[in-house]
Structure formats: C-alpha cells, structure tokens
C-alpha cells in the first residue's frame, strides 16, 4: 500500500494554492504572513521560513517574521547589508532566486560560525523587489522540483505588513507593554495588569516584578526574551505559564520586537500579552516549536527526550498514544511509551517485550519501513489497511514521524488515535517541524548515554568495591554523582591498610567532569596507595604523587587528603594538598574543625612543601574527610559548608555510621560530585606485644637474633613455639645477610594468637622461591623450609627497601 505521506507529494503544488485561498484580505497582515510562512513548512519540508524587507532608508534588509526552528541554529541574522554579499541580498539585486547546498554554505561567512553548514538554503525574491523570501532545508538531496514551485507560488503571494509604529507613538495597541531595554522599566496598559492579576496601584513599573510571577521552568526562555543580552532586532514570540493565587497556572502568549534606538542600539522592546488559553487551538504555534527546542537542548538521555517529544505533541494533537523508538539495525527499540502499559499497545510488541520496553523487528511492519525510507512524516487515516503492529497504535489515525539526523533515521515517533481523526495543515506543519529537532537530539542523547555509561563504568571499576574490615575502627564511604552534565567526576576516596596496624584515609578530588578526570583520579588513587604501601610518611607520599602528576603531563591538577592513623596509639598524621580539613566528632559530641597548613594541590608546583598536623583520638572519635560538593556550592560558602557538616556529624548516632553517611548527604550540590569516608576509631581491644633488634654485621649475627628472639618468646609465655620460631628467624636474617648491605632490622610482633616474624632491608629485590631443588644444590632450600613453617608468609616494600615476614598460627 503506498502512504498518503507519498501519494501527496505530485500534489503539493495545487494544494499550497488552495491553502493560500484560505488566507483572506480580512487578516491582519502581520497574521496573514506567519500563517504563509506555516505554510511554506508544511509543503516544501522545510524546518524554517523568513521574510526580509527592506529597511525605511533602503540601505538594510530587516527581518519582518519567521516561522519553525530557531533561524540561530542555522545562522539567519536579523539583518543583511543591501550592500553585502549574502544570499538574500544577492537575490535581491539579481530578481532571480538562489539555491545553496551544503557546500556552497560552507564557503559563506555566516556559515563558517556554525559548527556544520550540512543543511540546503532557499532565497527567492518578493513581487517587485519588496524584500526576499527565505527557506531551510535539512533534506538529504536539499529543495526539489516540487518544493521549488511551492516556494515560487508562496513567494509570489507574500505581502510585508507595514513598519511598526514609532516607540514614542502616543498610544499603544490594547495588552501592550513598552519595556525599555536599559533601565528594566516597563509600561503596560490595565488589560496586561488584569492577566498578571495585579492593580495599576501594586505595580512598581518594574519587569523584575512580571518575571517573579512565572512558573520557574518557563523562566529561562522567558528571560532569554526580556533580557538585552540575548535580544536582537526582530520579532519574539512564545507561550509561558504565570503562578495565581490558587495555586494554579495560566498560560500566557507574548509577541514583542526588539525595536533600535537611532543608533542602531536595542532601546525598546515593544509588544503585546495575550490570554493563550482564549486564542485557537495553535498547533502550528511558533512558541510550542520553541518550547520543543528548548526542551530538546537540555535533553541529557534518551529517555528525557522522548519525555521531551511526548509533552510537546500529545496533549495539542490530542492523541492516545505515543511512542519515541530509536533505529537499532533492523530492530526498532522503542524508548519512551506513552501510556506506558503494555495492554495499550500490539500484541506483536508484547510479544517482544524483553525487557523495561519492546523490542520489535521493523520488517514486521512492512509500512512502517516504507515511511523510515522514504524519510517524510506519513498519514493514514481511520480504517487504513495497516499491518497489526501498526493498526493496533492508532485505529482512527496513525501518524509516523521518522526522525532523521545526519543522513541517516536515527528513529521514529508513532502517535496514534483511537476515533477518527482529520489532519490538518496546521498539525502537519508541528509534525513536521517536530521531527527534525528530535532526530538530532536522539542521536545526541544517545551518544551521551553511551559515553555516559562507559565514564560511569570507568569510574565504578577505579574506586574501591568494598573498604577493609579495620582494626579498631570502622569505615562506610558515599559516593554520589552529578546530576549535571555527564555526571561523571574525578572525585574519590580510598582506605589502606598499612604495616603496624597502621591505616591510611585517602580523600580527593581531580579537577574536571569527564573521561579524564576519571582517568587521573584512577592514576593518583593507585599512586598514593602505592607510596603508602612501601611505607612512606604522609609528606613524602603526598610529594611523590604530585611529582608523579606533573610528569603526566596533563592540564589537570588534584587536591587531596591524606591521613596516617596508628590504631594502637589513637594518633594521627595528616596532609592537605589543598585540600579541605577533616573534621572530628569527640565521643562528647563536641565537633572540631582542626587548624592546619596546606601545600598546593597536586600537579601545580614541582618543588612543594606538605607540612605534616597532628591528630589525636579517642575511642569513639569520628574522622570525616569529604570534597566541596558537600560543603560548597553557589549558594554556600566553604566556611558555612564546613560548619553545616560540623552540625550535621554534632547531631548524629556513631552507632550507625552508615546512616550519619546518608544522612550528611541529603544537604549535598548535586551540581558536583560528591565524595564522604568516615571512620570511627574504637580503639584496639587487645594491644599487640612488639620487639624490635637492629641485627648487626658480625659472624655470629643470626646466632645472636636467635638468642633475642628466644628471649622475648619466652616473656610473652609462647616458648613452646621457639624452635619454629627460631628455624624461620634463621633462614630470613640470613638471606638478609648474605644477599643485602646496609642495615637489617628484626621486628617480632604478637597478637590475636598469631607470631609475625619480619625481616627488612635495604634491597628492594624480593626472595625466589626455586622451582626445583636438586641434592647437589648448595642454596634455595630456605624459603621453602620458611613457607613450610608459616601459616602465611609474603614481602612488602618498605622504604626503598623490602620487608619478608612469616606467621605462625599459635593454637
């Protein structure tokens, strides 16, 4: 069956004159040219028309009205030096029209500000040189035959209105208003104080006090009308919502023009207010394009710009059913479904619903692949023969939208009804103009989805899965991503065990919202735990990751947080690298920010200082370290922050750490990510017993550590483990000897019914265990008589040396 989107198109031509009949002498001139112009999308496929005129002096072309997308999209300025070389001006001077392709766009200068020129022009002079008519294209093969002709019969019928009135004009039309550009006042007549629901005597003159009373979402293009900053000369119009005092919203309509000053500067902006709920339905309304649009550019997901097509199109078409799918292969995935249950949907899409939404196979619905190749809105109406994949969306008119971007489909949207529907022009103009602007979104929002979920993934696999169990404390850590943007950060926290019930908190933050600042976070997380690892002090770990981040050579810089916590002790080292301070919660409730230096964050400075502050805790202290998207935003200053979190942690339960974690967070700026470690010291309930001999260079040095290790085993009350002990003592200061210069250290721990025998020095090669042993080998057969003996054994660096230790399990 061919489409009645394709059966129309040998007819476009007599049906544009018929519409042009529609529009009668009687219509306001002004009116008469925007509904021309609706006209011109409708039957030529064009995303948006303008008309020029000349200006009073003759000198300029000056636009008078414009219908569809936003002209800055495709650089269409609000006027054109008569003189110049533009293509309006051009066909002006010649009478003849001017047809530009895409690469005869890409060699004019307006063309060259835009990021991609990949769209057609149209420019056709008015009857007798009274200005031009303009058209864009976003067609692969650009205006056709039969758009040519319609644009020529639709040039031919243009009539300019007439130039508006001067702004010190004695009287203003009714609803109007007169906002002067550089003080912000406005005047406005009784019946635009009756729509805002105020009285001539509470009004202050101010624009400030009109604006306060839009609803917050329509604001910002609301403001990009009012302010100087975004105006040009030229036409505005748009639709927003006012707060009443029930409670409710009211919607309004405004249509001004930026009108100069005498030198050529904005001065006054001129226009009216109406009631837009007491005006025709306007489904061809510019300001329904414009809020589409504007819904569009913020649109981050896929999903948020089919939310984004469903609110713009349901409610004016009045339609049952939407559905918004991308083009996957052969596979049409649908993304947003409007309602969203499957009961009002096929039973083919049912039947292929694999997972949150369908998943249906385009060569099941033969029509709906004719209407994605043929790549134009199509219509069928009530009782159409359709396939049951499709019948089934709309049994009193279907409508098929596919969503082209770049040359290819990137999707399509089907709205359905299920009693009989008539199309007409002025729905096919919304269609129409609707259907460009999701494309590229679509495929917008889904190379952000996936470059979202890879950074996402990056940043899942960098930071830890899970914290360590602790020896006398107890750690939980948050994460919370942006919502802006790509929502992916460089913050990052960290938690490391170190020798000697030593353990490291690790808190900071890369600058940058993107794969690489994942990518150096990832980089200064494992340098600093590296350098922790061999046993550094902070300063010097904390040096040696900033020297490391310079030589990466990359523009970023990082700050960080580093704290070295004894468990035994309840002591502390800690070092800011432009960092925010931690901050403590005593076991009496009472918080500190501690006082401290820091040195510059990392990557800035070669040759910088870290100076080290000290820390002392309780049992029960809480240690909170975290970055400034807790405690700063545009609306807090880092000081309030700081005291906000000191409040926060005053008034928690350090029973619960998890829930004082969440709880802290639900004051967080989810403009910036944000990162949160606690930890709450609770003291080590057994101690361990150390000792610890500096072995000396001497022939009968591993007899002399025997003796001592013998000695301290048997005042700790665990002789009876001495001869394993000894043997294990033996084999590791002798590999020490023999193998190493420099000093030797033996360090004999016990705790928790485990021996820990630890031998350092300053080689940083680590002992082989041999393969294979023959009887004729003289060496190699100590570190399997040490594995033998160990429950557990290993080798840590330490200081640009190593460390080997074994463990004896003591029953």
Not at 33 to 51: I, K, P, S
Not at 182 to 210: I, R
Not at 431 to 446: C, D, E, I, K, N
Not at 553 to 575: H, K, N, P, Q, R
Request: proline residues 8%.
């Amino acid at each position: 069956m061919v489409s009645e989107g394709a059966a129309e198109r040998g007819t476009r031509t007599s049906r544009a004159e018929l519409a042009l009949k529609t529009l009668t002498a009687d219509l306001d001139p002004r009116e008469r040219l925007h509904r021309l112009l609706e006209q011109a999308l409708v039957f030529t496929g064009a995303t948006v028309a303008a008309v020029y005129s000349p200006s009073v002096s003759g000198g300029e072309l000056h636009l008078a009205e414009s219908a569809g997308v936003p002209r800055t999209l495709y650089g269409l300025r609000d006027s054109y030096p008569l003189s110049g070389g533009s293509p309006a001006a051009e066909a002006l001077r010649t009478g003849q029209p001017c047809w530009l392709g895409p690469e005869e766009l890409a060699r004019c200068a307006d063309a060259r500000r835009l990021s991609s020129a990949d769209f057609s022009l149209a420019v056709l002079p008015l009857r007798d040189q009274n200005g031009c008519l303009v058209a864009v294209s976003e067609g692969p093969d650009g205006f056709g035959a039969e758009d040519r002709a319609c644009l020529g019969l639709l040039a031919e019928a243009v009539v300019c209105p007439p130039a508006p009135p001067p702004e010190d004009a004695a009287e203003l039309p009714a609803s109007s208003f007169s906002l002067a550009m550089d003080t912000g006042h406005v005047e406005v007549d009784h019946e635009v104080l009756d729509l805002f629901g105020l009285s001539p005597t509470a009004f202050d003159g101010k624009v400030e006090t009109l604006l306060s009373m839009a609803v917050p979402e329509d604001l910002p293009a609301l403001m990009s009308a009012v302010e100087p900053d975004h105006m040009s000369v030229g036409d505005r119009e748009l639709e927003f919502r006012i707060l009443q005092p029930s409670g409710g919203h009211k919607w309004l309509r405004l249509r001004a023009r930026l009108v100069p000053s005498a030198e050529g500067r904005p001065a006054r902006l001129v226009g009216t207010v109406s009631d837009a709920s007491k005006l025709r339905s306007g489904l061809n309304d510019v300001g329904r394009v414009q809020r589409l649009a504007a819904a569009l550019a913020t649109a981050g997901t896929v999903r948020d710009v089919g939310q984004a097509v469903v609110a713009a199109l349901r409610k004016p078409l009045q339609a049952d059913r939407i559905a918004v799918a991308e083009l996957e292969g052969d596979r049409l995935v649908v993304t947003l479904l409007d309602p969203p249950q499957p009961e009002f949907w096929p039973e083919l899409w049912r039947s292929e619903w694999r997972s949150e939404w369908p998943d249906a196979p385009v060569r099941a619905m033969p029509t709906l692949a004719a209407a994605l190749n043929e790549g134009r809105p199509a219509i069928w109406p009530a009782g159409a023969d359709l396939e049951t994949a499709l019948s089934e969306v709309g049994p009193g008119g279907l409508a098929v939208l596919p969503l082209p971007a770049g040359g290819r489909m990137a999707g399509a949207c089907l709205i359905g009804w299920d009693t009989p529907h008539e199309f007409g022009p002025e729905e096919r103009a919304l269609l129409t103009a609707s259907a460009g602007l999701a494309g590229q979104a679509l495929v917008r929002a889904h190379a952000f989805d996936a470059e979202h979920e890879l950074i996402s993934m990056l940043q899942r696999t960098l930071l830890p899965r899970r914290l360590p169990r602790l020896p006398g404390a107890v750690a939980v850590a948050r994460y919370l991503p942006t919502t802006s943007g790509l929502d992916v950060g460089g913050d990052w926290y960290d938690v490391i065990p170190l020798p000697d019930n030593h353990v490291a908190l690790v808190i900071g933050d890369v600058q940058g919202h993107n794969a690489s600042a994942a990518t150096v976070m990832g980089q200064m997380r494992t340098a600093l735990r590296a350098y922790a690892v061999e046993g550094h002090p902070p300063d010097v770990v904390v040096s040696h990751a900033n020297r490391l981040l310079l030589d990466l050579e990359t523009d970023l810089f990082a700050t960080c947080c580093y704290v070295d916590i004894d468990m035994e002790e309840g002591s502390a080292w800690y070092v800011r690298a432009g960092h925010i301070p931690p901050v403590l919660r005593h076991p009496n409730g009472r918080t500190e920010v501690p006082e401290s230096d820091t040195g510059p964050p990392l990557g800035v400075i070669r040759q910088a200082d870290y100076p080290m502050s000290p820390l002392r805790l309780q049992p029960g202290t809480i240690v909170a370290l975290t970055t400034d998207g807790l405690v700063e935003s545009v609306e807090l200053d880092i000081e309030d922050g700081l005291k906000r979190l000191a409040e926060g942690l005053a008034g928690s339960d350090p029973a619960h750490l998890g829930l004082v974690a969440d709880e802290l967070l639900t004051s967080a700026n989810r403009s910036d990510d944000v990162a949160l470690l606690l930890m709450r010291y609770d003291g080590m309930e057994v101690l361990p017993l150390r000792e610890s001999w500096t072995v000396w260079r001497v022939p009968e040095a591993v007899r002399h550590a025997r003796r001592y290790t013998r000695r301290a085993l048997r005042s700790w009350g665990v002789g009876e483990y001495t001869d394993a002990a000894l043997l294990i003592v033996s084999e590791l200061v002798t590999n020490a000897l023999v193998h190493t210069d420099g000093q030797v250290r033996l360090d004999l721990t016990l705790i928790n019914h485990r021996l820990r025998i630890a031998v350092a020095d300053n080689s940083p090669r680590t002992p082989i265990k041999p393969t294979n042993i023959g009887w004729e080998a003289t060496g190699g057969r100590g570190i399997l008589l040490v594995e033998a003996m160990s429950a557990t054994w290993g080798t840590v660096p330490v200081s640009g040396g190593k460390q080997v230790w074994s463990e004896i399990a003591l029953d």
